[in-house]
């Protein structure tokens, strides 16, 4: 199987770019230099409109910690229903609790909204919990609502992270697929992919 290609995006002309460089799904993000909040409503329709391939959505409502409030929270779900209104394919979110576990009820309760129209990534707050293997299996209870995690293993750089990426991989028996990131690059993307042997890579610079 040939593996899917993610880039992560915060301008349309970056998206328009590596959809002709080859990726085949583009991550929509603003502020890539806060590592991706929600994009903007027009951003998100700009896209739709002039990308062949799909777009997932990042639904994150400031930069810093995974730690939301309820207001927070409350911002995410409606973003969630402005994606699935506007036929956004995917949307990618996450959430930690403020003992820096995942926070399952509520990325559940968001992915439950996201669905069933939409797939669901829970992206990198995962590389920050104690045990992102522990993580992984929580989140594998319920493969029903989540579709891809996105994770470096765990580690800055996806080289670092590659033998828990490896354990996720082997863990997931196609539940949920594991999506590898950190520091990919299209010179690197094949021999980290052959180790890894994970059905998808992201990264800024992977096309």
């Known amino acids: 199987m040939k593996a899917e290609i993610e880039v992560c995006v915060d301008t349309l002309e970056a998206a328009l770019q590596a959809q002709a460089d080859g990726a085949t799904r583009i991550e929509l993000c603003g502020r890539l230099d806060l590592d991706g909040l929600t994009p903007d409503e027009d951003f998100i329709q700009q896209a739709l409109q002039e990308l062949a391939i799909p777009i997932h959505v990042m639904i994150r409502p400031r930069g810093g910690d995974f730690v939301y409030t309820a207001e927070e929270l409350g911002q995410m779900e409606l973003e969630i229903a402005y994606c699935k209104a506007q036929g956004v394919p995917g949307v990618v979110l996450g959430a930690l609790t403020s003992s820096g576990e995942l926070d399952l009820e509520n990325i559940l309760k968001l992915a439950t909204l996201a669905k069933p129209e939409m797939l669901v990534v829970v992206h990198k707050c995962i590389d920050y919990t104690p045990d992102p293997v522990a993580a992984f299996e929580h989140l594998l209870a319920h493969h029903n609502l989540i579709d891809y995690v996105l994770t470096s293993g765990g ?5 670092e992270g590659l033998p828990v990426l490896r354990q996720m991989v082997a863990l997931s028996k196609g539940r949920i697929k594991v999506m590898a990131a950190g520091k990919i690059t299209k010179e690197n993307l094949e021999a980290l992919a052959a180790e890894i042997g ?10």
Not at 155 to 159: C, E, L, M, S
Request: hydrophobic residues 35%; positive net charge.
């Open 198 to 207: 994970g059905p998808a890579y992201h990264g800024r610079l992977i096309v």
């Open 155 to 159: 580690k800055p750089t996806a080289r």
